[in-house]
């Protein structure tokens, strides 16, 4: 195979930044020739007259329009408050 020739254990870790064991080289070489093969195996495929698409099923927006509309009155949002003062919600000092 071309691409498990062309493969650099060493330069590919180096570039991760990854120290890899002997061990850890002969496996992750062996998986990525396997990636590499299936890669190869997929350039082979016909795609001609298939639309590129990002996912496997159409993504539609499910959000509402975004429409402006009245809000509560300060009595309706004052009402649960539990401290106010000239119309505002009184909070606990967060900043000293």
Known sequence: MAANEDLNIDRIANLARLALTP??????????ADVLTNIEKLKQVNVDGVEPTAHAFPIYNVW???????????????RNAPAQRDNMIVVPKVVE
């Open 64 to 78: 509402a329009d975004d429409v402006a509309k009245p809000g509560l009155s300060v009595e309706d949002v004052l």
């Open 23 to 32: 061990e850890e080289k002969v496996k992750f070489s062996a998986q990525l």
